[in-house]
């Protein structure tokens, strides 16, 4: 078909439903269904599992499995992500990391108890490289298909499909998983493993609708045969323009500093909520919906602050009701008799930032990014830096826990980095940001 123009409605709502497609994996998989599945199959001799000859428990075992596929990402996506950027073929790399994903999440069907625990776990890897393999080659279609001016809004309508479409389907699971006998199902495990192979389906299927819009090689490379070596010469280029691009390099500063509080406090909000205030599971997973359903309007919300105070300001308030989350969830007492109100009232704040901050926060690089042909290579860099802040976060998170026996001064912690992104934020300069 012929190529969609620049700011085409069908092609901006064709970009913003891959988050539709995609975010059933964050929800269900590695936030709500497969974490609960997980345990209840590791949970005999005391969570200790053994895997590749090694003894683990359980949960370190999972912790060990998705640092290990963001590792495996942060590696990757600059070198492969100049290569596309060379020979113009982001979109096969986006469909590539799609299919890696989506099959993946469907192979845990197999997954059935501690004799089949390497497929839960390397497939737990595969779907994680897929998932933010995938992340890197759509974020950078954000400056080809929306004109700068409209790319809050337009940011902010993918994870309002993403949140929109993960709430539906986790919903549907839910009711599956806690009333099987609905479902004519009598095996207690089958509707979790039926989930997985739900996502990996409704994950390929929507994005197809992606693939049928979305543009190949807008630019029209033609890349030699030696496009592997190119792709490093590419990555070498952006490399050095980021250091003559000061606004980029604070704006990432930034990005890292407070990604490494928001993105711990999302995967690890439902073990602080267990272990510190003792709220039971089906308790967390309604948190976990309240969280998805708010977090559509915060995002909407907050494009349109932006558009009246600008990105940075915006952001500035954001990082700032983050801060203080923090310190709420620090005060939070187990004792307290409305201490499950609490935790609601706290779950909706942060569905109100969460999905505030990841647009903004994607919508701001794209506009700092210089005059370009390579979205891919810069937008691998945002990319990493977010994953290095996951790895730095979950471990800050576990090791003050370990030598403070509390979770909540691990908590306290995080709130530093959100000060100090809010800090560094303060220092960028704003003009280019409102003139465009």
């Not at 913003?16 to 497609?21: G, N, T, V």
């Not at 790399?93 to 845990?108: E, H, K, N, T």
């Not at 004109?147 to 839910?174: C, I, Q, W």
């Not at 997985?196 to 030699?224: C, R």
Request: aromatic share 16%; net charge positive; glycine share 6%.
């Amino acid at each position: 078909m012929a190529n969609l123009e620049k700011g085409n409605p069908k092609l901006i709502n064709a970009w913003a439903f891959y988050d539709w497609a995609n975010s059933v994996y964050s929800l269900v998989i590695a936030t709500a269904v497969f974490p609960i599945y997980y345990e209840s199959i590791t949970s005999e001799n005391d969570g200790i599992v053994r895997f590749l000859g090694t003894e683990f428990h359980n949960s370190t075992l999972l912790s060990y499995s998705l640092s290990f596929s963001f590792l495996i990402v942060a590696i990757l996506s600059p070198i492969l992500s100049g290569i596309a950027d060379y020979t113009g073929n982001k979109k096969k790399f986006l469909q590539f990391f799609c299919y890696l994903g989506s099959l993946s999440v469907m192979s845990l069907f197999f997954f059935k108890d501690v004799e089949t625990l390497w497929i839960g776990i390397v497939f737990t890897i595969l779907a994680s490289i897929g998932f933010w393999g995938s992340i890197v080659f759509y974020n950078s279609y954000l400056p080809e298909i929306a004109e700068p001016k409209d790319h809050d809004r337009v940011s902010a309508k993918g994870f309002m499909f993403g949140y929109t479409g993960s709430v539906l389907l986790l919903a549907f699971n839910l009711i599956m998983v806690m009333k099987p006998e609905l479902f004519g199902i009598s095996d207690p495990a089958l509707p979790a493993r039926i989930s997985f192979l739900m996502v990996g389906i409704w994950w390929m299927g929507f994005a197809q609708v992606t693939f049928y819009h979305l543009p190949n090689n807008v630019f029209h490379k033609k890349p030699e045969k030696d496009f592997i070596f190119k792709g490093f010469k590419e990555l070498k280029e952006v490399l050095k323009s980021l250091k003559q691009e000061t606004s980029l390099k604070q704006f990432l500063t930034a990005f890292f500093l407070y990604s490494t509080g928001v993105q711990t406090i999302i995967l690890l909000a439902g073990l602080y909520g267990k272990k510190e205030l003792g709220i039971d599971t089906n308790k967390l997973i309604i948190t976990i919906l309240l969280i998805q359903v708010v977090a559509i309007f915060g995002a909407f919300l907050f494009s349109r602050i932006s558009e009246k105070i600008g990105n940075i300001k915006a952001l500035k308030l954001t990082i700032a009701i983050w801060g203080l989350i923090c310190f709420a969830a620090y005060l939070l007492d187990k004792d307290n008799k409305y201490i499950d109100l609490q935790f609601y009232s706290l779950g909706a704040t942060i569905g109100m930032v969460l999905g505030a901050i990841q647009s903004l926060s994607r919508s701001t690089y794209s506009k700092l990014l210089p005059d370009t042909e390579d979205h891919a290579t810069y937008f691998s860099f945002f990319d990493v830096t977010e994953k290095i802040a996951i790895v730095l976060g979950t471990f800050i998170f576990g090791f003050v826990g370990a030598i403070s026996d509390s979770l909540k001064n691990s908590i306290f912690i995080l709130a530093i980095f959100f000060l100090l992104g809010y800090i560094v934020l303060s220092f960028m300069k704003r003009s280019h940001l409102t003139s465009k």
